[in-house]
């Protein structure tokens, strides 16, 4: 009976979850291309750029203007091929890549950035630059980093909801607001106020950490005190969560908005894929995030406390340790965690007021599948569903590139039910 009870709390908190999504997203601006076009440091005006999708449908058009900028909204979600016309380029002015086609994959409810580095052509009688051709090797290399650095990102929240989850058995549907929470702050920090990009983020991050410690200590604290039932604290998250989003959508409105800095950069060739520098450097702020994190709560007294009281809160109560001290604490970091990976998740993709929602199931997909409960194993969790996410674009609709990470998730769990890093229990 309890089990059946549970199951049937879970899909209704889904439902309702989902309901939330389809009563707001109507509201969201939609996806779009866009980009701006720059040569010598000055923009380039009455450049064409055309935009088809995989069928060779075209699915927009623009012209560049005064400022050099230009945007196409395409009608969903998907990978496009966007087209520089390089007959309307100013005369002297060539693409220096060799590459005036590309092509990109659009998520739901962002606007992909699209950079064409322009410079003066060659001289005459200089060997041109061969085009370089998009072929299937080049697509697999780079949806294979795409995935892991998606993967990170995912990794930073799950390992936040995986704590949650350790130390207190919730089940937070609310940890996708907490996303959301630190890429709207580092926004309005940066734009509004006029802060640096790196100052905003890592404010962001702290008041992210602020806003899971107030939570716990006015909210999740005093239901806890107030000994409310699990299944009833994950119905209240539900709710939480859908104010918070219509909040983020009152103040913020339903668009993609973009940071004032770092929106688009030349690619650094690396050989065999082509990465922009600030992606580089958000894999390694996650990568050494994740190891310090992960690190500490193995080695240090702090980190054996936590794991303490996840294991056993009464007797850890009993030989000293202050449970709800530790349980804020987790919430502390867990709603820093969640900030860092909604900053990094605005530079990636733009910043939206549901973009946490967005990938919420997928941050769910990774604790399950890592191992409930366990740091490294949110960690190896995300990066199979950032691969699994990206990969699967190779042979179905980019509209249903989460299904192929749910699809890993369900055959790992069938010969493993306890997750790739988690640990047999024994029930009863």
């Given amino acids: 009976m309890r089990r059946a009870v549970i199951i049937f709390t879970a899909v209704l908190g889904f439902v309702l979850t989902s309901l939330g999504f389809g009563a707001t997203s109507a509201l969201a601006a939609g996806e779009s291309l866009q980009g701006t076009l720059i040569n010598a440091g000055q923009p380039v005006a009455g450049v064409v750029i055309n935009v088809s999708d995989e069928s060779g449908t075209s699915a927009g058009k623009a012209t560049s203007g005064a400022d050099g900028k230009w945007s196409v909204t395409v009608k969903g979600a998907g990978t496009y091929k966007v087209d520089l016309d390089t007959t309307t380029l100013p005369q002297g002015v060539t693409v220096t890549n060799g590459r005036p086609s590309l092509t990109l994959t659009v998520f ?13 052509a060659a001289a005459p009688g200089s060997k041109p630059a061969e085009p370089e051709g998009s072929s299937t090797a080049d697509r697999v290399f780079d949806l294979i980093y795409t995935g892991i650095h998606f993967g990170l990102i995912i990794a930073l929240a799950a390992l936040g909801l995986s704590l949650i989850f350790g130390t207190m058995g919730l089940t937070n549907f609310a940890h996708g607001e907490l996303i959301t929470f630190g890429a709207l702050g580092c926004f309005l920090l940066n734009v509004t106020v006029g802060l640096p990009l790196v100052v905003s983020g890592i404010l962001a991050v702290v008041l992210g950490g602020a806003f899971g410690w107030f939570q716990d200590r006015v909210f999740w604290g005093w239901l806890r005190n107030r000994r409310t ?7 209240i998250s539900i709710g939480a969560a859908l104010v918070l989003r219509y909040v983020y959508l009152f103040a913020f409105r339903g668009d993609t908005k973009q940071y004032a800095e770092y929106v688009a950069q030349p690619g650094m060739d690396l050989g ?20 310090l994190v992960s690190l500490a709560l193995t080695m240090t007294r702090l980190g054996k406390a936590t794991r ?3 294991t056993n809160p009464s007797l850890a109560a009993a030989s ?19 900030a860092l990976s909604g900053v990094m998740l605005g530079l990636f993709q733009g910043v939206n007021y549901q973009m946490g929602f967005q990938i919420l199931l997928l941050v769910f997909a990774a604790v399950t599948l890592g191992g409930l409960g366990t740091a490294f194993g949110a960690l190896v969790g995300s990066l199979v569903v950032g691969l699994a996410t990206q990969l699967s674009t190779l042979w179905i609709p980019t509209e249903l590139k989460n299904v192929g990470a749910l699809v890993v998730l369900i055959v790992i769990i069938l010969f493993r039910p306890q997750g790739i890093l988690g640990r047999r229990e024994r029930i009863g």
Avoid: C, H, Y
């Fill in 320 to 338: 000293g340790i202050s449970v709800d001290a530790i349980i804020r604490l987790v919430w502390t970091i867990g709603g820093a965690l969640a």
């Fill in 229 to 235: 039932g699990l299944i009833g604290m994950m119905i």
């Fill in 308 to 310: 303490a009281v996840a």
């Fill in 272 to 291: 065999i894929i082509s990465v922009a520098p600030k992606n580089l450097v958000m894999d390694v702020v996650a990568i050494v995030v994740l190891l």
């Fill in 108 to 120: 739901e409810g962002a606007a992909r950035n699209v950079l064409f580095p322009l410079g003066q």
